[in-house]
Nanobody
């Protein structure tokens, strides 16, 4: 089975930064879309950012636009999420996900479209 392993979470003060990593156990398909979602206690899992594996097209939730940056290292089968100017309300478990059969139509925000998920990494932003 495909395994996605997140790392880089932790405790940070409001306004601080963290860089998350997601390493895939095997090669990521060229047609895949890699994404980050987050889920706070008592809240729904919501889309954060995504990147297409072939051309590197990026997508962001409006709430993180300009503060977060998603990137990839194709040779290392790894996707990153650089998070700057973090806010306390962004405390959540952050999950890496892969849509192996991404249609390329730009439909990226629905968690049900993703085939594989990591176990998540906790991000806590203190005020």
């Amino acid at each position: 089975q495909v395994q996605l392993v997140e790392s880089g979470g932790g405790l940070v003060q409001a306004g601080g930064s963290l860089r998350l990593s997601c390493a895939a156990s095997g090669r990521i398909w060229s047609s895949a879309l890699m994404a980050w979602f987050r889920q706070a206690p008592g809240k729904e899992r919501t889309f954060v950012a995504a990147i297409s594996w072939n051309v590197g097209r990026t997508y962001y939730a409006d709430s993180v636009k300009g503060r977060f940056t998603i990137s990839r290292d194709n040779a290392k089968n790894t996707v990153f999420l650089q998070m700057n100017s973090l806010k306390p309300e962004e405390t959540a478990v952050y999950y890496c996900a892969e849509d192996r059969f991404y249609s390329g139509t730009g439909d990226y925000g629905d968690a049900n479209d993703y085939d594989y998920w990591g176990q998540g990494t906790q991000v806590t932003v203190s005020s």
